[in-house]
């Protein structure tokens, strides 16, 4: 039986195309929705599609519903997906409203609104940060008062580390209420001091088929206030040792306590120096930061034809046991401007280029990207190991000794 999937921004942001083409790989009939004109899709998102709809706006719920109800009047539907934060709570309507499965809307709410997912985590006694909602300055000093200094304050709603402060005292939290005056609702928490770690699986009718930990260093809200840092995720190859077995433990916990149905997440956790897992967030979705590239070197598969098949078949086919510890490391450019330089990579290259398996760098004449809007920065270099010290001292030469510069 051929399954017909509804895909919600097929082409966008880029790895969608990965997954959209996955969709078709697997033999699935893709009907593709979004706001970009079809002649901006990459040629082989336009392949994969047996048609598309562009509309004026993916965020007005209601009227997407009413597109896809007029446009694919008579035609079956079996699915209807989106990988892309903002849009999932949009697809939970036009699940309702077709009567399709996958996260509802109240689901995916609390995979959305980090207040409500602490709320519902908090109910079934997993541990979180201390948390509060402020939606005014007021309620923001009312909370700080109760959860006391180190704390962290982020957007409701927000993806990744974007509009997310680390205060430790009243003189920063009163800077950061300025610079966040335009969110409207804010989560202010308690700081959690440990290594930050993600928890990421590939689930089918609510069976986990697949699950990865991966190691930020350093933290991400480091990574993103620093711009000299060159941030690396270890894809790890084990994750049944004990100091990383608890937070294989607590994400199990979460999937369920949330009711994930099909398809991938991505949550991350602290380990505390006590040894204690914390909860920090979790997605209904894929992870940035080429996280799914780099899960896919740990085994030498394709997580995303795997996420298709999961979603269309309720199953994985591939052999999933990881071989490697993998390591990416960003690169960020020194200087303004544009590339004009790139020091190091031959003799990295000369030393270590057997285990480098993917280099994608910005040329020389290229326009340096702002860090702050692009998680891979200026480039991207993969290395795996099946020794993890070998990795994350691989990864760490990389990130010390390969330089761009921008001028």
């Known amino acids: 039986m051929t399954v017909s999937v509804l895909m919600l921004s097929p082409g966008f942001p880029s790895d969608m195309s990965y997954f959209t083409a996955a969709l078709a790989e697997v033999g699935a009939r893709v009907y593709g929705i979004g706001d970009q004109p079809h002649g901006a899709l990459t040629p082989e998102v336009r392949a994969a599609l047996t048609d598309y709809r562009q509309v ?14 007029t446009w694919l ?70 909370a700080a008062e109760r959860i006391g200094f180190p704390l962290i304050i982020k957007p409701i709603a927000g993806a990744g580390s974007a509009d997310t402060y680390h205060l430790r005292d009243e003189s920063e939290f009163d800077k950061a209420l300025n610079l966040i005056r335009h969110v409207p609702e804010v989560s202010v928490e308690e700081y959690i001091d440990g290594e930050e770690f993600t928890f990421d ?11 990865n930990v991966s190691w930020y260093r350093p933290k991400p809200l480091i990574m993103r206030q620093n711009a000299w840092v060159s941030p690396i995720s270890i894809t790890l190859k084990d994750t049944s040792v004990a100091d990383i077995q608890i937070g294989v433990d607590l994400g199990r916990a979460v999937i369920e ?81 544009r590339i004009t330089r790139i020091e190091g990579l031959e003799s990295i290259m000369a030393h270590h280029g ?14 340096r990207r702002d860090y702050r809007q692009v998680a891979e920065g200026d480039g991207w270099v993969v290395v795996r190991h099946p020794d993890l010290q070998t990795t994350i001292d691989l990864a760490d030469h990389i990130a010390t000794h390969l330089r761009l510069y921008a001028g």
């Open 354 to 367: 057997e285990h480098i398996v993917h280099i994608d760098l910005l040329e020389i004449g290229q326009p």
């Open 73 to 142: 009047e008579g035609k079956p539907l079996d699915r209807a997906e989106c990988l892309w934060e903002p849009g999932m709570e949009v697809v939970a309507e036009i699940r309702e409203a077709f009567g399709l499965p996958g996260l509802n809307v109240e689901q995916s709410r609390a995979f959305r609104d980090k207040e409500t997912m602490k709320e519902v985590l908090d109910a079934a006694g997993i541990r979180t940060p201390r948390h509060a909602r402020a939606q005014t300055e007021q309620d923001c000093r009312d």
């Open 56 to 69: 004026r706006s993916l965020w007005d719920a209601d009227a997407v519903v009413e597109e896809v109800r």
């Open 201 to 211: 699986t590939l689930c089918a009718n609510g069976e986990i088929l697949f699950h």
């Open 257 to 337: 306590t949330l009711g994930f149905e099909s398809g991938i997440t991505h949550m991350e956790w602290f380990r505390t120096p006590q040894g204690e897992a914390v909860f920090g967030e979790i997605g209904g979705r894929a992870p940035g930061g080429r996280l799914v590239h780099a899960m896919n070197y740990s085994a030498d598969i394709d997580l995303f034809k795997g996420w298709a098949e999961a979603v269309c078949y309720a199953r994985l086919s591939q052999d999933v046991e990881k071989r490697f510890n993998v390591g990416v490391v960003f690169k960020r450019a020194e200087g303004v401007g």
